[in-house]
């Protein structure tokens, strides 16, 4: 018979079956009465004759084969009608159960969009990043970019590599499509996109003629600046805009699918964490580079390399390449890839993965205390599961029926969950910090799908494993002895709820020792002398991009508008400088003393050059350590004022005062020390203090400023001043929202913050799913010892006494739990050390602290259900006997 009419006509077909016996029977009895016996004889016989009707009915029935179709029907029914009897156990199951669903659900999107998932680019395990590797001997850490002479050589003669592309960030001004407004931008070479493997969707790419110069007047937008400037007007493609005061022809749109890494995504020293808006050919990149280095190591190289050639084959032959290049310039550098994808997740990749795991913790604790409420639910139903067995049921129909309830009560759990995890991952996309990698590849796809899947089936199996098979376990003749109030639990019988309990602690000191961890490093990175003042200052970015913004006209524009500025009602000294502390470093080159030998490469250093007006100390609060600040008599002369760390470095136990410094390799002149001046952090607050070197902003007037203004009261108070000033010195400057310095330190903090708040968040609540735990397995157990401590009152045993026994009941598990805790924790902080700053993995009060904290309310769990043993009626108690 083939199933589906079964499954269409169960009752018609237990009916024909009906029939089907009856007339056998009837056949059957007919015959003996033709040969002589009786009616009521005949009938009698052919019924012994065929046996048992319903065994009959179940064998055919098992022989259509939807039987297990049916019974798991029946199960699952009867799991809903369980649920409904315990209503309040039941949406405190759900619900515990839907937040833990949907917090790692969450967590894996996160963890699958940034790191699982590849790039959205053509084969993108074949791109990689070109960087420059200095000596092993040399006192310089990490990797830098590469010189504009590399892609040169690379790309007419690496057999290695498919495609050699290069980039370098800029900021560009649009004028004439609304507010004049700054854009970041990417100047690249005329094959970048190509490298990538994406292509506009409107327009074209570059050219390979773009490459050369008197071909630079082209512009690619990206789709949202074309919908947010230009409408999304499909006529765009051809039409002359205004950048940086020149016409520029757009000739194509990216499509929106086209996500860019951004800042040290790229690799150290890129720029600004900004996602480009619009791409130029980099004409500069080439002038000259075919017989000289061009732009120092100033620029990225994205390399595509052929199918099949092996990383270490083409580093070999960019290094082999160079060799004339670095014996010209006697250098000792090397050239190394680093996979795009591992570039761009290198600052995530720990702290997400450490994320989830918080996550797996907590939804395991929660399976565990769903699991526990299992439990005491299927401790009252023994006599049940006796009956059962009594009747025919087997040890693993009464297993199976119990995890088809946990199946039910975690399929509830995990549909809320999804839910929940929809609208939370929205919710995270839009609270992360900025500097989280791929965060607008985010999305639940059929990966986040399968894996909730996955963590369903695990949670139901895991709160309904042990359940099972306790009631699996349960001894007939014992349970049907036994009434349903009189029965009592014996201790061993709680052996196992107190092994969960200690699963829990030990779970819960895990995650207070990681948040504990993570908030002492937070607290600490926050103290560290930042070498600046904070409260009351603004900044206002200005860019001068335009050909109108000469040498001379720089250097008078900068001035004027620092007076104007300086004389707003609130503003007590006004300044400006290149680069602002915590944005990253800036004009970084060696640094020397030309009055000294050379100094050998293995204690060579970095310095970071600064080009500021005379205030910017005094409206910063950075201090001055020795000899002057810069002043307006050192217009035009070679002077500097360098960092505390610089003067060491170049002159240890010497005054620093009238001696000579400049960078190595750099056009600047020899510039003569006029003061010594504080460390300030230049890349963030984690970041050890560079080598500072500050010149007079009359020699350089760098194309992008930051106004820097010292207020008496809320700095916010002055931001519309500081606009008016501006735009009448340009009405087509473009001019940004101004900052605070607090808002620049919380932006540069808030990565750390937003793991250490996740962390925190997750540790606590493990700490009270625990104390949840904890207090219920002591008064499961004060109810079930509920005659034995009646006996005990009745004999005269004090309150202390019986408190005393209960707390040493409910903290057993607990201290065995601290102690596995304890012992995890350690490894998980070693295995976290580089998240951690200034503080040990194994820092004693961050433990000490987690392990009071756990104690305090473990033993305020056990307190509760103890102070209630002491208050039992002894007459009451023996009743319940």
């Not at 951004?262 to 004409?283: M, S, T």
């Not at 709680?494 to 607290?523: K, N």
């Not at 209960?806 to 065995?816: F, T």
Request: with cysteine.
């Amino acid at each position: 018979m083939r199933p589906w009419p079964r499954l269409r006509r169960p009752r018609r077909l237990d009916e024909e079956l009906d029939e089907e016996i009856r007339a056998h029977l009837r056949m059957a009895a007919q015959d003996r009465i033709d040969r002589g016996e009786l009616r009521a004889e005949a009938e009698r016989n052919a019924r012994r004759e065929l046996g048992n009707e319903a065994l009959i009915k179940e064998v055919t029935r098992d022989m259509w084969g939807w039987t297990t179709v049916e019974r798991l029907v029946q199960d699952l029914k009867y799991a809903l009608r369980q649920m409904r009897r315990s209503p309040g156990f039941s949406i405190v199951a759900v619900l515990t159960l839907a937040l833990g669903l949907a917090a790692i659900t969450v967590m894996f999107s996160i963890v699958n969009g940034v790191l699982l998932e590849p790039l959205k680019y053509r084969d993108p395990g074949r791109l990689y990043l070109a960087r420059t590797v200095p000596p092993a001997r040399a006192n310089l850490a990490g990797n830098f970019p590469v010189n504009a002479r590399h892609y040169m050589e690379w790309r007419h003669h690496c057999l290695s590599c498919e495609s050699v592309s290069l980039i370098q960030f800029q900021d560009l001004t649009l004028v004439g499509a609304g507010r004049p407004a700054k854009l970041p931008a990417l100047d690249v070479s005329f094959n970048f996109f190509q490298t990538l493997g994406v292509q506009p969707s409107l327009g074209r790419d570059f050219l390979p003629e773009n490459d050369t110069p008197g071909h630079f007047g082209e512009v690619i937008l990206t789709d949202a600046l074309w919908r947010s400037r230009f409408a999304g007007d499909p006529a765009i493609i051809g039409r002359k805009i205004q950048i940086n005061g020149e016409p520029h022809t757009v000739v194509g749109v990216m499509p929106p699918e086209l996500h860019l890494p951004k800042g040290d995504e790229w690799g150290a020293y890129f720029g600004p964490a900004a996602v480009p808006l619009i791409f130029r050919p980099g004409v500069a990149f080439f002038q000259g580079s075919q017989g000289r280095a061009v732009g120092n190591l100033n620029y990225t190289s994205v390399i595509r390399l052929k199918p099949g050639v092996p990383v270490a084959q083409a580093i070999a032959e960019l290094n082999a390449l160079l060799a004339d290049f670095v014996r010209q310039f006697n250098l000792e550098t090397k050239t190394t890839l680093i996979p795009l994808q591992e570039q761009v997740t290198r600052n995530a990749r720990s702290s997400l993965w450490l994320l989830l795991g918080t996550v797996g913790a907590v939804l395991l604790i929660v399976c565990v205390n769903v699991g526990n409420l299992m439990i005491v639910r299927t401790t009252g139903r023994y006599r049940e599961a006796a009956v059962r067995m009594a009747l025919g049921a087997s040890r693993g129909q009464l297993f199976g029926l119990v995890l088809k309830e946990a199946l039910v009560l975690v399929a509830a759990g995990g549909a809320a969950g999804l839910a929940l995890a929809y609208a939370g991952l929205r919710v995270f996309v839009a609270s992360a910090p900025i500097g989280l990698p791929r965060l607008e590849e985010v999305q639940m796809d059929w990966r986040v799908l399968a894996f909730a899947g996955l963590a369903i089936a695990f949670c139901a199996v895991a709160c309904g494993l042990v359940p099972a098979w306790r009631l699996a376990r349960v001894q007939v003749q014992d349970s049907l002895k036994a009434g349903a109030a009189t029965s009592t639990e014996a201790g061993g019988k709680l052996r196992v709820r107190e092994i969960m309990v200690s699963l829990e602690v030990a779970l819960s000191a895990v995650l207070l020792i990681v948040g504990g961890l993570l908030m002492l490093s937070f607290f600490r990175v926050m103290r560290v002398d930042k070498g600046f003042e904070v409260a009351h200052i603004i900044t206002q970015d200005v860019s001068y991009l335009s050909p109108k913004y000469a040498h001379s006209v720089r250097r008078s524009i900068i001035a004027e508008t620092v007076a104007k500025l300086a004389q707003l009602p609130g503003v007590q000294v006004a300044a400006a400088i290149n680069r602002l502390p915590l944005l990253g470093d800036d004009w970084v080159s060696g640094l020397e003393d030309p009055d000294q030998p050379a100094r050998p490469m293995e204690s060579a250093a970095l310095a970071n050059f600064r080009f500021a007006t005379p205030d910017y100390w005094k409206a910063m609060g950075i201090p001055l350590k020795m000899g002057r600040f810069l002043d307006e008599s050192d217009k035009g002369r070679p002077t500097a004022v360098i960092s505390e760390r610089a003067a060491r470095y170049l002159w240890p136990n010497q005054s620093p005062i009238g001696k000579h410094v400049r960078g190595v390799g750099q056009p600047s002149p020899t510039l003569e020390v006029m003061g010594v001046v504080g460390e300030v952090r230049a890349s963030g607050l984690e970041h050890n203090p560079p080598m500072m070197v500050y010149e007079h902003y009359w020699r350089m007037q760098p194309v992008g400023m930051s106004f820097v203004l010292r207020t008496q009261s809320s700095p916010l108070a002055v931001a519309g001043a500081i606009r008016s000033v501006l735009a009448s010195a340009d009405p087509e400057m473009a001019i940004p929202q101004p900052t605070t310095m607090e808002q620049i330190l919380e932006e540069s903090v808030a990565a750390r913050k937003f793991q250490m708040d996740l962390a925190v968040g997750f540790a606590a609540a493990a700490l009270l799913l625990a104390s949840l735990g904890i207090y219920g397995v002591i008064s499961f157990a004060v109810a079930r010892r509920t005659p034995e401590i009646g006996i005990r009152i009745a004999l005269g045993a004090p309150g202390r006494q019986l408190m005393a026994m209960v707390l040493r009941q409910g903290m057993r598990p607990v201290l065995i739990g601290l102690a596995a805790g304890v012992a995890c924790g350690l490894l998980v902080s070693r295995a976290m050390a580089s998240q951690l700053f200034g503080v040990a993995p194994w820092d004693p009060v961050t433990i000490c602290g987690a392990a009071a904290m756990l104690l305090t309310v473990a033993a305020s769990a056990c307190w509760i259900p103890a102070r209630r043993a002491t208050r039992i009626d002894p007459l009451t108690a023996l009743r319940f006997e």
